[in-house]
């Protein structure tokens, strides 16, 4: 079930307000993209993976909301209207209680020149669109391991 309020989207087991993570929760992604059909597609993988979601569409929201909920994981599109995922990486990084969080770009920026300053800026890792589940589902065992469920979205269809 998912549900929407002041541009907050919920998905899936993610409750609002509750800011102390527990160790038997599924991880809490946070991901950060304007446009609704790699939002579904994100949110179809991490939710058949396990994971709590918080979608977000707002950039400048994202910051907030990060600092609230403090997220395991954020996938965050470059290429955001407002300020851009960099800048959005920029204010994650200068604030205390984010600025530890593992941030993947996800973005259709995909020159070595582009992947290079977005690594440069600070993410953690990078993944180009369009991407496979398969990749994205890597990206996030990688950084979630043992937290996440042993199946994938591949799998289900």
């Known amino acids: 079930m998912t549900f929407s309020a002041e541009g907050i989207t919920l998905a899936k087991g993610a409750v609002m307000g509750n800011k102390n993570k527990q160790n038997s929760q599924p991880p809490l992604v946070l991901v950060v993209e304007d446009n609704d059909d790699n939002l579904l597609l994100m949110r179809y993988a991490l939710e058949s993976l396990g994971c709590?979601?918080?979608?977000q569409t707002d950039s400048y929201k994202s910051?907030?909301?990060?600092?609230?909920y403090q997220p395991d994981l954020?996938?965050?599109?470059?290429?955001?209207?407002g300020i851009n995922g960099i800048e959005v990486l920029r204010y994650l990084r200068k604030e205390p209680l984010t600025r530890n969080i593992?941030?993947?770009a996800v973005t259709a920026l995909a020159s070595p020149e582009?992947?290079?300053k977005i690594l440069?800026?600070?993410?953690?890792n990078y993944i180009s669109k369009p991407y496979m589940i398969?990749?994205?589902?890597a990206m996030v065992y990688h950084y979630l391991g043992d937290k996440l469920k042993?199946?994938?979205?591949y799998d289900l269809c």
């Open 52 to 55: 709590r979601l918080i979608c």
């Open 63 to 68: 910051v907030l909301i990060a600092k609230d």
């Open 150 to 153: 042993n199946h994938s979205a």
């Open 134 to 137: 398969e990749d994205l589902e």
């Open 114 to 116: 582009d992947r290079e």
């Open 102 to 104: 593992t941030v993947v």
């Open 120 to 124: 440069k800026a600070g993410f953690d």
């Open 74 to 81: 954020i996938l965050l599109d470059i290429l955001l209207p």
